[in-house]
């Protein structure tokens, strides 16, 4: 079984301008459960008429659309909860609703190979906390990864790592412009 980096593709020359409105204080990157009400998020983004959107954007709040969640059903992912979003182009007057806030549900501990790990130390960590650190290139240990095809890692909670089902399903799709960046992780 291998695993991937699941990231949004940086290299797009336009995306998300900003953060949700209504503002919100609840983490989509924390791993755990979101109990709370979700409001209808609404994002701004600069993408031209016409243009072709990702199915996967956004940083602090992940965004997928429609086809990726189907995927993501598809494959099994049991472990995230989705809500609604609206991307709006106020340039264009251009809006998509086809898209979904996405909380992915499990932050793995101790899954991560700190010593073989290509990373920088951005927050140091305590007892109960792990440091929070900056993955260059990311090992997992296999036998501290959880039964999951998707989950977090503790010590980079905003990283995706991704089961290859999902890549698989992705790559044999005739669709093209996912806007995603799978990237292997070594496994030890």
């Known amino acids: 079984m291998n695993y991937y980096d699941f990231t949004t593709n940086n290299y797009e020359n336009y995306g998300v301008q900003g953060y949700a ?4 204080e609840i983490s989509f990157i924390c791993g755990e459960k979101i ?6 998020l609404t994002f701004e983004v600069n993408f031209p008429k016409g243009y072709k959107l990702p199915q996967f954007l956004g940083d602090v709040i ?10 993501l059903n598809e494959v099994g992912v049991t472990n995230i909860q989705t809500y609604p979003v ?11 609703n ?4 996405l909380n992915v549900i ?7 190979d700190i010593e073989r790990s290509n990373h920088e130390t951005i927050m140091e960590g305590s007892d109960n906390i792990p440091a929070l650190l900056a993955f260059e290139e990311i090992v997992l240990i296999k036998n501290k990864i959880p039964d999951l095809l998707m989950f977090r890692i503790a010590e ?13 399903q992705i790559a044999t799709s005739s669709y093209k412009g996912w806007g995603i960046d799978f990237t292997e992780l070594e496994t030890v």
Do not use: F
């Not at 992940?62 to 995927?71: C, E, G």
């Not at 086809?98 to 806030?101: C, E, F, I, S």
């Open 86 to 96: 609206v991307l709006q182009n106020s340039e264009t007057g251009e809006v998509w």
């Open 35 to 40: 109990t709370e009400d979700v409001p209808l």
């Open 98 to 101: 086809n898209y979904h806030a």
């Open 156 to 168: 980079s909670p905003s990283t995706i790592i991704a089961h290859e089902k999902i890549l698989d």
């Open 106 to 112: 499990g932050l793995v501990y101790n899954a991560v």
């Open 62 to 71: 992940p965004i997928i659309s429609n086809r990726l969640l189907d995927v």
């Open 21 to 24: 409105t209504p503002s919100t």
